[in-house]
T-cell receptor
Framework: KQEVTQIPAALSVPEGENLVLNCSFTDSAIYNLQWFRQDPGKGLTSLLLIQSSQREQTSGRLNASLDKSSGRSTLYIAASQPGDSATYLCAVKYGGSNYKLTFGKGTLLTVNP | GAGVSQSPSNKVTEKGKDVELRCDPISGHTALYWYRQSLGQGLEFLIYFQGNSAPDKSGLPSDRFSAERTGGSVSTLTIQRTQQEDSAVYLC????????????FGPGTRLTVT
């Protein structure tokens, strides 16, 4: 079964700290992997998309890495800010016909001032 | 440009009633997806439309759920004879058909069945 797991389920850090969110997937035959942010009561905002041929993507203070052989991706957030507080979701597009995303259950991040 | 829009943003309905949820994708996006986000279940795929091809309905949880897409644009998700377990946030996403298949999500419709 193609699954996505995110650890930890929740994380609380002081402002300014660098942090890493983890995502693991069960099948290495992925097409791409996407990291999203979800604020309470809101939809999903795409942060980074990594194609299966890529090892990492960067946007501002965010860096996402992909290791297909170990079935892992990490989202690194540098110099965290209270505005980074949200739920972060990892989603994998497995190779197949319908291009649906398979989501992890997310990591709830709280950055304390 | 305009993003994916969904209506209504909130819907409260009585058990047994039918509901319709609407999604307007980004203009030019031929692929459209519906997902459901339930407490404790995470985000689950429901249905996928691509152009004029037959939709992939493999994620629909029961035959009470159906969806259509008219004119290759607006989509409606219909839930008949709603049950309390249908309470969730229903999210719509759209993408171009082709590399990199990046999906853009709407704000969702929060459905509460009482």
């Amino acid at each position: 079964k193609q699954e996505v797991t995110q650890i930890p389920a929740a994380l609380s850090v002081p402002e300014g700290e660098n942090l890493v969110l983890n995502c693991s997937f069960t099948d290495s035959a992925i097409y791409n992997l996407q990291w999203f942010r979800q604020d309470p009561g809101k939809g999903l905002t795409s942060l980074l998309l990594i194609q299966s041929s890529q090892r990492e993507q960067t946007s501002g203070r965010l860096n996402a890495s992909l290791d297909k052989s170990s079935g892992r991706s990490t989202l690194y957030i540098a110099a965290s800010q209270p505005g980074d507080s949200a739920t972060y979701l990892c989603a994998v597009k497995y190779g197949g016909s319908n291009y649906k995303l398979t989501f992890g259950k997310g990591t709830l991040l709280t950055v304390n001032p | 440009g305009a993003g994916v829009s969904q209506s209504p943003s909130n819907k409260v309905t009585e058990k047994g009633k039918d509901v319709e949820l609407r999604c307007d994708p980004i203009s030019g996006h031929t692929a459209l997806y519906w997902y459901r986000q339930s407490l404790g279940q995470g985000l689950e795929f429901l249905i996928y439309f691509q152009g004029n091809s037959a939709p992939d309905k493999s994620g629909l949880p029961s035959d009470r759920f159906s969806a259509e897409r008219t004119g290759g644009s607006v989509s409606t998700l219909t839930i008949q004879r709603t049950q309390q377990e249908d309470s969730a946030v229903y999210l719509c996403a759209s993408s171009l058909y082709g590399y990199p298949y990046e999906q853009y999500f709407g704000p969702g419709t929060r459905l509460t069945v009482t």
